[in-house]
């Protein structure tokens, strides 16, 4: 299976906190461990508005995201169940300095998040979830991958299908086209992203 996924190319990780100290401070924890060799190289998207990491989940694919829990206009909860909804296969990670027991049910049923951790977080333990995370993401990717394959090897699914299925994993959406009333393809206008 190992064949089926390029390992050179960088894995996406979001990291969502209204707090920017908070996400410098996780960039430099992942880097470590990315330095380290415990994954392969990391491509890291930080965003301190819930809302503008949930319009950038539905341009790009994300092997897991990081979110606080309490934040203004939308809580970690939200938008991880939001993720979850155009991502189900990302894995989700609440960490937070509050204890809400209500809200964490929330995430842990709505959200279906991985892993709670609270602030400030022990590195080690971090990196580790982080670890877990990512190769828990390689083996679903590495299975759906095969299944695709054996689908094709039986003539269940097309050569352009699974195309279009590697296009739709890598930047989602992609393959979804609107049409107007006169059969011309509609673009957004440039910038524009739907939340």
Known sequence: MSTLLNTAAPVHVMLVDDEPAILHALVRTLRRGAADGLWQPLRIETFTEPAAALARAREQHFALVIS??????????????????????????????????????????????????????????????????????????????????????????????????????MEPGITRVEWSDDGAYVLDPVGAAAV
């Open 68 to 169: 606080d829990f309490r934040m203004p206009g939308m809580n970690g909860a939200q938008l991880l169940t939001a993720i979850r909804e155009c991502q189900p296969d990302c894995g989700r990670v609440i960490l937070s300095a509050h204890t809400d027991f209500e809200g964490l049910t929330h995430a842990v049923n709505a959200a279906r998040i991985s892993q709670f951790m609270s602030k400030p977080w022990n590195e080690p333990e971090l990196l580790a979830v982080v670890h877990e995370q990512l190769a828990e993401h390689r083996r679903q990717v590495e299975t759906e991958l095969l299944a695709e394959q054996q689908r094709l090897a039986r003539g269940e699914l097309s050569p352009q299908e699974i195309e279009r299925r590697r296009l739709e994993r």
